[in-house]
């Protein structure tokens, strides 16, 4: 609900800002403005919010947070109006219009806020009312730059309004700040929880999606021994076979000895006919291999986002809602894309890759960590490399360091002992060996870690039930 006339005068009215002045100016989102003024005495901040329903001008406790960057109209404020000096500020003929009088450098300029729900502005004029610039650019009503801005015509009152109790101590700048941060607080949760829903509705799908075909490619493969004992058979009548044939008879020991034709390339020899089913056969194994490992990837991501699902529907704190909308579900997206060589793992809010080989960390090296990511490799024992993708402007907490060490243990020769000495740093104080193997890296600035392992970690991030 909006504020009535009898509010904004009351609002108005606590407001102790002439001969203050105007020091900072924000706009946080596309409909609100933060003013922040100073006088002898201390600093104060008025919101003035435009959003329809919500229209209103009070007082806040401190400067919110900027969701976008710098808007045209907050450049204007800056350049042309910061550092001026309030005159007066009052509500003009009980109409929801406030008018704050500024001098600014021997400037006389008028900042007009129009508190309408279905018209809400905020418009900057000089002292004639000829329009300097406009929070809503709206050519028909001339507000817009060169235009003149003219107050409405008074109108009689239709009804009665009263200044709403609202609970709460304080003034009634502070009441209507308390119930407007809670409602919006309200909406705001409820907006982005179902923005991250339907993020990992989006990812479900897609990896649902990349599963299907990859099992259907899978029962492809399925059949890869018969292109071996299609050539074993091949072999073992080469005598049979002549080059140019088409076909050749042979009796199959695999399957009781039936009598079955087997179709040969007329431009190959014997031999090389066998050979072309051999090597149909190593494509085939090595393919299905590799399906069987994006298989289980697929499947993991898919337990993770379930996971995601269910701790998100249940999250009350918008700061980790939004982490979640701005981190993980991109990278998501880029591992259902195009998946990463090796094993991915979730640590809350974090991506965890594990290479498996020397070609598996050389990849991962090369094309999916950045500078910043982190880098963890256990120091007695042969083992994967496993990353941490970093989030921007956050350290990695203690917890996900130590689920990423119990990766790193699990997936090298000293998994039996179930302890063993880590070494993390960066990827770049990655120095890779000159002339050494592929994917062999000399790290610096190293710090070391131990580790024990703990099951409950590796099938909490393993999906395994426990």
């Known amino acids: 609900m909006s504020l009535n006339y009898k509010e904004i005068d009351c609002i108005v009215s606590e407001i102790d800002i002439v001969n203050s002045h105007l020091q900072k100016i924000k706009q946080p989102n596309f409909h609100t ?142 009441k209507i700040c308390s119930f407007y941060e809670t409602d919006e607080h309200t909406e705001d949760l409820v907006r982005f929880r179902e923005k991250v829903l339907k993020k990992i509705s989006a990812d479900e799908a897609k990896a649902a999606s990349t599963l299907k075909k990859l099992e259907k490619k899978a029962s492809q493969y399925g059949q890869f021994e018969s292109y071996k004992q299609t050539g074993d058979l091949l072999m073992s009548n080469i005598h049979l076979i002549n080059k140019g044939d088409r076909w050749v008879k042979v009796y199959n020991y695999y399957e009781d000895n039936a009598e079955i034709e087997i179709e040969l390339d007329q431009t190959l020899s014997p031999e090389k006919n066998a050979e072309n089913y051999y090597n149909r056969y190593r494509k085939a194994k090595s393919g299905i291999e590799k399906v069987e490992q994006d298989i289980a990837n697929h499947k993991l991501i898919i337990r993770n986002l379930q996971s995601d699902r269910e701790r998100m529907e249940a999250e009350e704190d918008i700061s980790i809602l939004k982490e979640f909308l701005n981190s993980i579900p991109k990278q998501i997206s880029k591992d259902i894309k195009e998946r990463a060589p090796g094993l991915s793992y979730r640590s809350g809010p974090y991506t965890i890759l594990v290479g498996r080989s020397a070609a598996e960390n ?105």
């Not at 921007?392 to 063993?420: I, M, Q, T, W």
């Open 33 to 174: 403005l933060y003013l922040e003024f100073y006088k002898p005495g201390g600093r104060f901040g008025i919101n003035i919010c435009l959003a329809p329903g919500k229209t209103r001008l009070h007082l806040v406790p401190g400067a919110p947070a900027n969701e976008i960057k710098l808007q045209r109209f907050a450049q204007f404020m800056r350049s042309r109006i910061r550092g001026g000096r309030v005159c007066s500020m009052e509500q003009i003929n009980s109409d929801r219009i406030v008018k704050m009088n500024i001098t600014r450098a021997g400037e006389e300029l008028v900042l007009w806020f129009r508190l309408w729900s279905g018209a809400a502005n905020i418009i900057a004029t000089d002292d004639k009312g000829i329009v300097l610039d406009a929070f809503y650019r709206r050519p028909g009503r001339g507000e817009v730059s060169g235009g003149t801005f003219n107050l409405p015509e008074p109108k009689p009152l239709t009804r009665e309004f009263s200044i709403r109790e609202l609970p709460g101590e304080g003034s009634f700048n502070e």
């Open 362 to 466: 050389d990849k991962l090296l090369r094309n999916w960590v950045r500078g910043n990511d982190v880098w963890l490799h256990t120091r007695d024992y042969p083992g994967g490399y496993v990353f941490i993708k970093t989030i921007k402007g956050k350290s990695v907490p203690l917890e996900n360091l130590l689920d990423a060490g119990n990766l790193a243990l699990f997936y090298s020769k000293g998994r039996n002992s179930g302890r063993g000495e880590l070494y993390y740093t960066q990827v770049k104080y990655l120095r890779r060996a000159k002339d050494g193997p592929r994917g062999l890296v000399l790290p610096t600035q190293e710090k070391n870690l131990t580790i024990t392992l703990e099951q409950q970690r590796l099938n909490r991030m393993m999906g395994v039930e426990d």
